[in-house]
């Protein structure tokens, strides 16, 4: 994946006091680079976790996490790759494809709990970090798994494709790296992306995405793949735990592929597998069918092996790891305070990129406003001489030449003034100049050269008389939606009674900015009655299905 712009991402190893040596290697994790990014979304970057043909995977806490964390506190965060991110119509299908995957929550698999396309351009996903070993490490570090670990696993993947079929997903690129063997089971990740990524552009002809020794035919031949590809996939995982042989083989991708299109599964595998468990060995050769309506269906597989699935337990050494992970604590550093203004002014996604470009225009527009002041001083000069002209140009106010500020504007044009401690006076320079002598800058005072009758020098007799001044009322500011000031959290998890945190504080902030009473606590950050009971008016208020449940629809009309 490219690595990202170290200049756009406040990169530099922020958070390498967190993770030590030790700890990487603890957490199965790596040290972060230079170019890697310090913050994504509401999370702070701490170790790189890896990478593949959709992104770069990176370990990471909530920004605002103070004193001491578990590794439950860590999530995984997902940065995809900036060929995909740039592609609008990408994201478009990765948006409807998060929604769906937020729907998913099946017990084996990897809870969605945010997304977002930051200010740096980074399209991401976070998820809960499984403190675990994957299947691949774990078949590496132990061999083959025995017999009753692999009902085990087929028993909970299972379960998890049923999950995941039920909303309409298919996984596509199911494989031993993507079965995490956690303290409580399995967890399959990365589902539903791959989906997105198969139907982009910019995917070429003839290119699939998918680990090619876990493919089912269909896929590896370019044709429409459903739930049955994934138990083709879950065939050959269960192969692979086993007797630790793809049942496929090795070789070119091109070699693969055509042995899973036209080939029968290697009989050695498949051998070896009966030799340890024969009712497993045919239950693999049932996934394995080239003809999808003849494979088992996900449940069809969970009610083969549940009363297998008993007595499980994972190897010695991989329970061992898992205790370690689990059991893994470290302490918050507080943000450096180059960083501090990347998490306070974190907001929603559109706004941020907004900010950017208003950011970007402002020594434009300061730079046009100084050289129409520079002109017009020269011309005036010019135009009076002498004391006339010194004394006009003293007697104008300096901020009247330069009001542009920095702003979030929604049309993407010049920047508005923001509201100041005292009323701004606009002026108009009556001066000898060409009605068009330049562009001014919209927002703050308003300058215009008017047309003026030659000028008579005065006498030696006659006082000098300075040029006449016009001054405008300037128009009234509107005022900014208070709510827009609450930066505690940007993005769409659902938020629920009961729960604690940076999320709830910003459905709190909101709701109180809006007028609503959240009650004695204010924005403590839990969602207790009170506020259940604000989220509940405000929906009702809204025309929004009342449930009390901050969702994706409530998080768009408060944030509205």
């Not at 770069?56 to 940065?79: F, N, P, T």
């Not at 132990?142 to 017999?147: E, F, I, V, W």
């Not at 030799?275 to 497993?280: A, E, F, I």
């Not at 450096?336 to 527009?365: F, H, M, Y």
């Amino acid at each position: 994946m490219p690595e990202t712009n170290p200049a756009a991402s406040g990169a530099g190893q922020p958070s390498a006091e967190e993770m030590s040596a030790d700890d990487l290697a603890l957490l199965g994790a790596q040290q972060l680079r230079r170019t890697d990014p310090s913050d994504i979304g509401p999370y702070r970057v701490l170790a790189r976790l890896g990478g593949g043909g959709m992104g770069r995977l990176y370990l990471g806490r909530e920004a605002d996490a103070e004193g001491a964390y578990g590794a439950r506190s860590l999530v995984a965060v997902k940065v995809i790759r900036s060929e995909y991110a740039e592609d609008e119509r990408f994201r478009r299908r990765f948006e409807r494809e998060i929604e769906a995957v937020r729907r998913v929550h099946g017990t084996y698999t990897a809870e969605l709990l945010d997304s977002g396309y930051d200010r740096d351009e980074l399209l991401w996903m976070a998820t809960a970090y499984v403190p675990g070993l994957s299947l691949g490490e774990a078949v590496e570090r132990c061999g083959p798994l025995p017999a009753p670990v692999v009902w085990r696993l087929a028993y909970e993947i299972g379960q998890a494709l049923t999950a995941i079929a039920a909303v309409g997903i298919v996984h596509r690129d199911l494989k031993p790296s993507n079965v995490l063997l956690g303290p409580d089971g399995v967890r399959i990740i990365d589902f539903g992306v791959a989906h997105t990524a198969d139907a982009s552009s910019l995917t070429m002809t003839g290119q699939h995405l998918g680990t090619p020794a876990f493919m089912s035919p269909e896929q590896a031949d370019g044709r429409e793949v459903g739930t049955a590809s994934d138990v083709f996939s879950l065939g050959s995982v269960l192969a692979a735990a086993v007797t630790g042989s793809a049942p496929f083989g090795e070789g070119t991708t091109g070699d693969v592929i055509h042995r899973i299109i036209y080939s029968p599964p290697n009989e050695q595998v498949i051998a070896e597998a009966a030799q340890r468990d024969p009712g497993l060995a045919e239950l693999i050769g049932r996934c394995l069918d080239k003809d999808p309506r003849r494979r088992p269906s996900p449940q069809d597989v969970v009610e083969a092996t549940r009363g297998h699935a008993i007595g499980g337990e994972w190897p010695d050494a991989v329970a061992e790891t898992v205790a370690e992970r689990s059991g893994w604590r470290g302490t918050a550093v507080a943000v450096p305070p180059t960083d501090q203004l990347t998490i306070l002014r974190r907001t929603k996604p559109e706004d941020l990129r907004k900010e950017v470009s208003g950011r970007r225009r402002w020594p434009l527009v300061v730079g046009a406003a100084a050289a129409v002041a520079i002109v017009g001083a020269a011309v005036a000069l010019a135009a009076f001489g002498g004391d006339a002209a010194r004394h006009e140009a003293a007697t104008t106010p300096a901020g009247a030449h330069s009001s542009a500020t920095t702003t979030n504007s929604p049309h993407g044009k010049s920047a508005p003034s923001r509201p100041q401690s005292s009323p701004r006076t606009a002026v108009t320079a009556t001066v000898t100049a060409p009605p068009s002598s330049g562009n001014q800058p919209t927002g703050g005072a308003t300058h215009h050269a008017q047309p003026q009758q030659p000028y008579d020098p005065p006498s030696a007799t006659q006082p000098t008389t300075p040029a006449p001044t016009t001054k405008h009322a300037p128009p009234p500011a509107t005022p900014a939606e208070p709510w827009k000031s609450c930066t505690y959290y940007s993005g769409t998890t659902l938020t629920v009674y009961g729960q604690k945190g940076s999320r709830v504080k910003e459905v709190q902030c909101i709701l109180k900015a809006r007028g609503y009473n959240i009650g004695p606590g204010g924005v403590d950050g839990i969602f207790g009655y009170d506020t259940l009971t604000e989220v509940k008016k405000f929906q009702s208020e809204h025309h929004l299905g009342v449930d009390g449940e901050v969702g994706v629809n409530t998080w768009a009309a408060l944030r509205s």
